[in-house]
């Protein structure tokens, strides 16, 4: 069973560009979240989704941002008109569906995206 | 709003020493309590959790204790070996079912031969 995929594992943008990120989920997993880590800061939450809803996007920016997790594909995060401090490794993490009295599923993480804006 | 506290500054240690991160955490109710490892290139990777007070998590040698007196989830372990070297993450989520994770911001642990 492939872990949770995530490319670009690396990303130059010059600024004022969009980025991509996507993120395939390991099979039969259907929440996906994504985490941002700056330089010498730990992982913050950015957006919590399941397939086709925005389940809590608290963390993310108000503006350039957005994300998506369609029916069929790969998560995307997308930041337009990116800036020097987007340059940070956004990582995907996604868990399988509540099961139960579950309150909590683990989140497998991917390797990251390590996106540098010049 | 909840968050994690790691000790500051990165960790080295020889080889067969004891190992010690200290790690708080601010929330309310009972969160669920991890520690994450990354080594240089991956993602995260759990090493171990605690879901309610008292609870003892333990993986590949490592155990932490849920305190809820203290607030407290210090990793440990008794003799660390060169490929423990990563960096160790702190996190939580809170009581109540939301999944999200917040984190500390991580200890370089470092383990010479």
């Known amino acids: ?118 | 709003g909840d968050s994690v506290t790691q000790m500051e500054g990165p960790v080295t240690l020889s080889e067969e020493a004891f190992l010690t991160i200290n790690c708080t955490y601010t929330a309310t109710g009972y969160p669920s309590l991890f520690w994450y490892v990354q080594y240089p290139g991956e993602g995260l990777q759990l090493l171990l959790k605690a879901t309610k007070a008292d609870d003892k998590g333990s993986n590949k040698g490592f155990e932490a204790t849920y305190r809820k007196e203290t607030t407290s989830f210090h990793l440990e372990k008794g003799s660390v070996q060169v490929s423990d070297s990563a960096v160790y993450f702190c996190a939580l989520t809170p009581a109540g079912g939301n999944n999200r994770l917040a984190f500390g911001k991580g200890n370089q642990v470092v383990v010479i031969p």
């Open chain 1, 1 to 118: 069973n492939a872990g949770v995929m995530q490319n670009p594992r690396h990303l130059v943008r010059r600024r004022g560009q969009e980025a991509r990120l996507r993120c395939s989920p390991m099979k039969g997993h259907s929440h996906v979240y994504w985490y941002r880590q700056l330089p010498e800061e730990g992982l913050k939450f950015m957006v919590y989704l399941q397939k086709e809803n925005i389940i809590d996007e608290s963390g993310m920016p108000k503006e350039r941002f957005s994300a998506e997790f369609p029916k069929e594909g790969p998560s995307i995060l997308r930041i337009q008109q990116v800036v020097r401090g987007d340059s940070a490794a956004y990582f995907c993490a996604s868990s399988p569906p509540t099961s139960g009295g579950y309150l909590y599923n683990e989140q497998f993480f991917g390797p990251g995206t390590r996106l540098t804006v010049l």
